[in-house]
């Protein structure tokens, strides 16, 4: 009797662990493939790669700092996401140097965000930080 109680315990709980659904958040993935300055450094073009479960969408922020001398050059942006296929799609989004601030020039940035993707009954919440060169 004991032996059969914790057979059905265990089995139990295996089920409980398969219909569990797992985290959209294991699935997600974003990666900075390129960055590219727009109007003479007052604004860059972000292309992302990203890949999420199918049937989410929605948007990143995009936010790009590049040291110029002592000072940060700051802009930020956004980029849409249609609709998630599970497969990687290329996303190009565009940010913008603050008002009064300063340019951003070809060479090394920061380029960081976080992604709002949802469907009917669920939300995933990636994040993204890439050390990427921004071209011409």
């Not at 004991?2 to 057979?7: D, G, H, L, V």
């Not at 089920?15 to 997600?28: E, I």
Request: charged share 15%; aromatic share 6%; with cysteine.
């Amino acid at each position: 009797m004991r032996r059969s109680t914790a057979t059905i315990a265990l089995l139990g709980l295996s089920l409980f662990v398969l219909l569990t659904p797992s985290p959209a958040s294991a699935a997600s993935t974003v990666e900075v493939t390129s960055a590219t300055l727009v109007a003479r450094g007052v604004a860059v073009d972000v292309t992302l790669t990203v890949t999420c479960d199918p049937g989410l969408s929605g948007a990143t922020e995009l936010i790009i700092r590049q040291r110029s001398g002592n000072r940060v050059a700051y802009a930020s942006g956004w980029a849409p996401l249609n609709l998630c296929t599970g497969e990687p799609q290329v996303v190009t989004g565009r940010a913008w140097v603050e008002g009064g601030g300063l340019v951003l020039k070809p060479g090394v940035a920061l380029i960081s965000g976080g992604f709002e993707l949802c469907g009917q009954d669920m939300c995933d919440y990636p994040h993204f930080e890439d050390e990427v060169r921004i071209t011409r």
